[in-house]
């Protein structure tokens, strides 16, 4: 998102706006920018960053590895692989990015530490001398006051890069002596503290604005002026030993989770993708897609969105997916007819969507693994409908864009075979693909425990072999240049050598999703294979090629791949500087969460602001997403609205009757972060599209939002319809709500856009959102004209669980108290497995009962049972018993839907017909 603030986003708008559209140049600039770092340093310092850049990817290779196992050295845990990790991304933070001189930036980097000095010396409560905190703040506010060049490096910058990379590299030093004494931090951890977190917070406002160390740093006065707050969030307050030790020394704070993630998964991920970039993955995946859907209507957009949704599997940048691929697309849309705003959106669009298609998607899936607790391939496996339903949905959008203005698609270079034999050349196609799927598949695990000490060597020839030969395939095909847009279009490239010319970079895609997904294993070590593959792919494919084509020259083709895998790594580790700083920042705010107990009382805030309706909990947290992805990356956004609102929306959705998975909220929350990089008026990837197209900043950013409310429709869906992330259903269930979603989401697309079949009227709209609503929760009026339980009294709740079938849920409604000793109610989802009698199933439960005049309470509950995993506690009481009763399946709301989506296609389909027949008459 946006790694530089709003005013070097009104430059390029001025540029872009004074120009008509940035050369290649500019356009790289403002990538570096914004994503690997704005200092353009040659000779010697040029080379002293790229190598601390590789030597970063080196490292982090290194310990994913298991090379340190293997050889007994170089094995580091967990705090102290964080700790090396923070400190090449400060050091990178302060060294590739300049001080800015904006008077915005300025002001900030000069009032921020001299709050904190205030706070801290405020906060020193136990005597700890604090003559020398103002110190800290004055050199650093000289540093920022004195700025720097983007040409060089001063040598106060060097001085603050190194300090700052010292104090992240305490907790590896003196890791032992640390150990001994958490709890009880000395004068010397709270030197490093203040240093430490003062340039933290100044390496985030140079690699990513001022937004995220403007949260943060409120969350810090938060944590030491607790008793000045409101009442309903005022806590005791927090000394400075206290906030050292829970903040720096300990892995609670800035060393904690996020960052933990960001070193282990997300880092490999990102190199990954750059290594693809590197050896030509991006421009493949851009030509693919136009040879495939060029020749369609509006068919440049249409390939934009497809090459943006295949790129942004190896960019974690949607900035630099928006300028890799819509230097290409955006001119080529503006030739068929889009204007440069649309053209811009439909970029934006579907870059930004990139980080939600699995299987690799953004940074902050992988800290969901973290935070729900739960395999990568689950949060694939949730998550992999609604991103494939986005983007379906936003082809169509382009589609009904074409339709509106009459646009044709580009010429085609050969005659089209007729349909049929198209059909049956595809599925001929899919069932080859299938059949060799099967058996490997199966010969994977024959291969396995036939040859368990050598299995992996074969794999790797056998892989090699693919490799080589998918190579000499390509060989024989011309090598893929990227056309100039600018110049006239006047064929697309054939489809078919243009897909067999980079056959072989499916390879390591292939083995990153089998590890995910077949094999298991963590995403750490998934990463590292497919990364490893990729290296072996970087070196061997230039001088393979050139040997296959007979244009070998050996010892350049060798020398050209190491310097491509050199400049991949250096790449990989740039683009990771904003990732590794903003999870050590917002590890920040998730420490003060977890220090000063606010997310109890935000629950309370958000219960009182909504009433306790679960759809304006949503509407909230959705807008309170919004407006912090104004100024933070999607990374830190997921963060700090996961950590202070998805427990609350567990918490009070459980309280109102609606159990809410966490892996839901979790991802409702990233959705509405990935927003962060579209939303007016500082969204930098409309910003960086409209510097392509030419087009104004904010009329792009305002379309993108407008296409991307199919991607702000489907959290609130999947919320209240889980089957969408595939929860508990089977794999016929699983296509079912596949086909059915997609259909209801074209219709919401066709509604929001204005245009079915013909233009909309009004009531035209109205119908297709009540359609496709109904198609995604058929339910919602079933349940209103057949109520799918019946109120039992607390008395009965034997004989209701009698009734309750096999395999149902018994629904209770108890009142208790929480962790916190509060009074709280909530609804229980009881399930009733097994058993005969009421008695029997209560039992086989866990949860025993007793009565106390006309009450019913929980007299016990077994341990490690289904009522303890529902939230039920010895001596609650039970106030409501709901037992499950026959209803007609919901599916037969589909009917009345259908028949008034056939009403809208019969109206909208008389108006074509008399159109036409005016036309004619004309």
Known sequence: MSQNDQ?????????????????????????????????????????????????WSLFQLWIASPLPFVFGWGVFNDTEARSIHLAFAIFLGIAAFPAARTKVQLGLGIIVPVVLAYLFMVAAKDGTPT???????????????????????????????????????????????????????????????????MILLEATRRALG????????????????????????????????????????????????????????????????????????????????????????????????????????????????????????????????????????????????????????????????????IPYFDVVKHAFLPAVISYIALVYIVHLEALKAGM?????????????????????????????????????????????????????????????????IGSKEEPLVLDDPNEPVTRLPLPGPTVRSGLHFILPIVVLVWALMVDRLSPGLSAFWATTYMIFILVTQRPLMAIFRGESQFANDVVAGVRDLIDGLVVGARNMIGIGIATATAGIIVGVVSQTGVGSALADVVEVLSGGNILAILFLTAILSLILGMGLPTTANYIVVSALLAPVIVTLGQQNGLIVPLIAVHLFVFYFGIMADVTPPVGLASFAAAAVSGGDPIKTGVVAFFYSLRTAALPFLFIFNTELLLIDVTMVQGIFVFIVATFAMLLFAAATQGWFLARNRFYETIALLLIAFTLFRPGFWMDMVFPPYTEEAPAEIVQAAADTPLGEDLRLRVAGINDLGDPIEFVALLPINEGTTGEERLEAAGVITRVEGDQMFIDDVLYNSAAQSAGLDWDQEVLRVLKPVATPSKYWMFIPALLLLALVVVMQRGRNARAARKAAVV
Request: aromatic share 10%; charged share 10%.
């Open 210 to 373: 001022p937004a995220l160390m403007i949260v943060a740093s409120v969350f810090l006065v938060y944590n030491v002026l607790g008793p000045m707050m409101p009442d309903i969030i005022a806590h005791k307050g927090n000394s400075l030993s206290e906030i050292v030790n829970h903040q720096w020394i300990t892995t609670e704070g800035v060393f904690g989770i996020a960052l933990g993630v960001s070193t282990s998964f997300v880092f490999l991920f990102v190199l990954f993708g750059a290594l693809l970039d590197k050896a030509g993955a991006g421009n493949y995946f851009i030509q693919v897609a136009f040879s495939m859907m060029g020749h369609m209507k509006g068919g440049p957009a249409k390939a934009a969105v497809v090459s943006s949704a295949m790129t942004g599997l190896i960019s974690g940048s949607s900035i630099a997916n928006v300028v890799t691929t819509g230097t290409f697309t955006i001119p080529l849309m503006k030739k068929v007819g889009f204007s440069s705003e649309k053209a811009g959106a439909v970029e934006v669009a579907s870059s930004v969507n990139g980080q939600i298609m699995p299987p690799v998607m953004g940074a902050a899936a992988f800290l969901m693994v973290e935070y729900v607790g």
């Open 7 to 55: 005013h070097q986003a009104a430059a390029v708008e001025a540029e872009a706006a004074g120009k008509g559209g940035l050369s290649q140049s500019e356009l790289d600039e403002l990538v570096a920018s914004s994503d690997t770092g704005g200092r353009s340093a040659t000779g010697s310092v040029g080379v002293f960053l790229a190598l601390t850049a590789l030597a």
């Open 131 to 197: 003559w020398w905190i103002p110190l800290v703040a004055i050199v650093i506010v000289a540093c920022v006051v004195l700025g720097s060049p983007k040409d060089r490096i001063p040598l106060w910058e060097w001085a603050l890069a190194l300090v700052g990379a010292a104090a992240a590299l305490y907790l590896f030093v003196y890791y032992r002596e640390i150990s001994s004494r958490v709890g009880a931090p000395n004068m010397q951890d709270t030197v490093v503290f203040v240093i430490g977190i």
């Open 408 to 472: 044709v698609g580009l010429e085609r270079p050969y005659t089209p075979k007729p349909i049929v034999q198209r059909l049956l050349v595809s599925a001929f196609i899919i069932a080859c693909i299938c059949a060799l799927s099967f058996a490997v598949y199966y010969g994977m695990g024959w291969l396995r425990p036939a040859f368990p000490n050598s299995a992996g060597y074969i794999i790797f020839a056998l892989l090699t072999a693919v490799y080589a030969g998918l190579l000499y």
